[in-house]
T-cell receptor, first 110, second 116 residues
Framework: GQSLEQPSEVTAVEGAIVQMNCTYQ??????LSWYQQHDGGAPTFLSY????GLEETGRFSSFLSRSDSYGYLLLQELQMKDSASYFC???????????FGKGTRLHILP | DTEVTQTPKHLVMGMTNKKSLKCEQH?????MYWYKQKAKKPPELMFV???????INESVPSRFSPECPNSSLLNLHLHALQPEDSALYLC???????????????FGDGTRLSIL
């Protein structure tokens, strides 16, 4: 089967750094994306990795290792507004669908 | 600014009503999607339109009927819904629908649907 695994919850302190992991098992692979969703809001695209390595966009970085079927999202200088759910999603080649992980709920403590 | 626009933002309807959800994008994307999302769950794919043709139907009950009038518009017609259909309905678009181009997906703000 096809699946993505993410920790259900992560707690971090304001101003700190947090890493949220995603491991995947899919029949094919084109890329790994990350989406942020605040309570009551819609998913917002954050980053996309098609190749191994680190992609950086401001306070957000995303990493991919295709050999390990693993990626992570790194958030630096955490702010209270970063409290949200973060979903990883894989574009595989089975039916050309995007497969979403169950999401990690990020709690930020002051 | 949201590049994918959904209307209405909220909808309350009875089980015998007929209503429609609307979605519009002007990014030139050729793929459009309907998702259903329950609280604390990931988006659940319902339908995919590729070049205005229905390419994926995830075995969605017939009380949900999608329509793609043109490359910028996507509708979801609702009829005889059940209380368990209450959810956030999200529209999304991407450059294409095949695996190389179905990300990133741009989501609308969604329609929060309540069935009485």
């Amino acid at each position: 089967g096809q699946s993505l695994e993410q920790p259900s919850e992560v707690t971090a302190v304001e101003g700190a750094i947090v890493q949220m992991n995603c491991t995947y098992q899919t029949s094919g692979f084109y890329g790994l994306s990350w989406y942020q969703q605040h309570d009551g809001g819609a998913p917002t695209f954050l980053s996309y990795n098609a190749l191994d390595g680190l992609e950086e966009t401001g306070r957000f970085s995303s990493f991919l290792s295709r050999s390990d079927s693993y990626g992570y999202l790194l958030l630096q200088e955490l702010q209270m507004k970063d409290s949200a759910s973060y979903f990883c999603a894989v574009s595989g080649n089975r039916d050309d669908k995007i497969i979403f992980g169950k999401g990690t709920r990020l709690h930020i403590l002051p | 600014d949201t590049e994918v626009t959904q209307t209405p933002k909220h909808l309350v309807m009875g089980m015998t009503n007929k209503k429609s959800l609307k979605c519009e994008q002007h990014m030139g994307h050729r793929a459009m999607y309907w998702y259903k999302q329950k609280a604390k769950k990931p988006p659940e794919l319902m339908f995919v339109y590729s070049y205005e043709k229905l390419s994926i139907n995830e075995s969605v009950p017939s009380r949900f009927s999608p329509e793609c009038p043109n490359s910028s518009l996507l509708n979801l017609h609702l009829h005889a819904l059940q209380p368990e259909d209450s959810a956030l309905y999200l529209c999304a678009s991407s450059q294409g629908s095949d695996s190389a181009f179905n990300q990133p997906q741009h989501f609308g703000d969604g329609t929060r649907l309540s069935i009485l």
